[in-house]
């Protein structure tokens, strides 16, 4: 009996690897994905990814099976955010009413994108990203009526005999609950990453900090990594 195989977006942040574990723990074998698109943290973002990788690989079975880090560049040259353009500031007084200007456009929608020629491509019948709607940054591609519509579409856009479904297991979560669930399933949270700024120590002031350590915070756990 073959394996159920599931394609999980991961940033090296705490929302994916959490969605990652959450998914080898329904047993599936987990084809872990990272892009590379000249965000301002991507080194950082890459080698926790590959340290979560390992991390990951269970002793006993064989329910992580392959990675991919893709570079896509093209988001440095669109710019418009402040990710992957230098001209823009991340903001560090406070998370910001709207839409930031650290949203990506169609960040979302790319990696689904990508993710779903991966998952068709491997057999797999599963995607797992770790998109939060109600506590996060506001981002418009991070809410659950837009992963839903991407997964018709990609099925629409994929072979007969593929048929795929997008987990989202976190989108209703409070960060507190995130990082009180990642305790549980024993997520080694001291390898992710969330600053948008550093790659030494994370700045503590920016949105995806701020909202880090207030889940900490909520949930009475010390925060495993290091801050400014």
């Given at each position: 009996?073959?394996?159920?195989?599931?394609?999980?977006?991961?940033?090296?942040?705490?929302?994916?690897?959490?969605?990652?574990?959450?998914?080898?723990?329904?047993?599936?074998?987990?084809?872990?994905?990272?892009?590379?698109?000249?965000?301002?943290?991507?080194?950082?973002?890459?080698?926790?990814?590959?340290?979560?990788?390992?991390?990951?690989?269970?002793?006993?079975?064989?329910?992580?099976?392959?990675?991919?880090s893709l570079d896509i560049g093209f988001f440095k040259e669109l710019g418009a955010s402040a990710l992957t353009d230098t001209?823009?500031?991340?903001?560090?007084?406070?998370?910001?009413?709207?839409?930031?200007?650290?949203?990506?456009?169609?960040?979302?929608?790319?990696?689904?994108?990508?993710?779903?020629?991966?998952?068709?491509?491997?057999?797999?019948?599963?995607i797992a990203i770790g998109v939060v709607e109600e506590d996060s940054s506001g981002y418009p591609d991070c809410r659950q009526e837009y992963i839903e519509s991407m997964q018709r579409s990609i099925n629409l856009g994929?072979?007969?005999?593929?048929?795929?479904?997008?987990?989202?297991?976190?989108?209703?979560?409070?960060?507190?609950?995130?990082?009180?669930?990642?305790?549980?399933?024993?997520?080694?949270?001291?390898?992710?990453?969330?600053?948008?700024?550093?790659?030494?120590?994370?700045?503590?002031?920016?949105?995806?900090?701020?909202?880090?350590?207030?889940?900490?915070?909520?949930?009475?756990?010390?925060?495993?990594?290091?801050?400014?």
């Amino acid at each position: 009996m073959k394996n159920k195989k599931a394609v999980c977006i991961m940033s090296g942040g705490m929302d994916s690897t959490l969605c990652a574990y959450m998914m080898r723990d329904l047993g599936y074998e987990i084809i872990a994905v990272h892009f590379n698109y000249d965000q301002r943290t991507q080194k950082k973002e890459l080698k926790c990814f590959n340290n979560i990788f390992e991390a990951l690989q269970p002793q006993s079975t064989s329910h992580v099976g392959k990675k991919y880090s893709l570079d896509i560049g093209f988001f440095k040259e669109l710019g418009a955010s402040a990710l992957t353009d230098t001209n823009i500031e991340v903001p560090t007084g406070g998370i910001e009413e709207g839409v930031p200007v650290t949203y990506v456009p169609f960040r979302n929608g790319i990696f689904l994108s990508m993710a779903a020629a991966i998952a068709e491509k491997e057999g797999a019948e599963a995607i797992a990203i770790g998109v939060v709607e109600e506590d996060s940054s506001g981002y418009p591609d991070c809410r659950q009526e837009y992963i839903e519509s991407m997964q018709r579409s990609i099925n629409l856009g994929t072979k007969d005999e593929t048929n795929i479904t997008i987990f989202m297991p976190l989108v209703h979560l409070k960060k507190s609950q995130i990082v009180e669930e990642a305790q549980k399933l024993n997520v080694p949270l001291e390898l992710t990453w969330s600053c948008y700024k550093n790659e030494d120590k994370a700045c503590g002031v920016c949105d995806s900090c701020r909202l880090r350590l207030n889940g900490f915070k909520e949930a009475g756990i010390k925060d495993p990594i290091l801050y400014e």
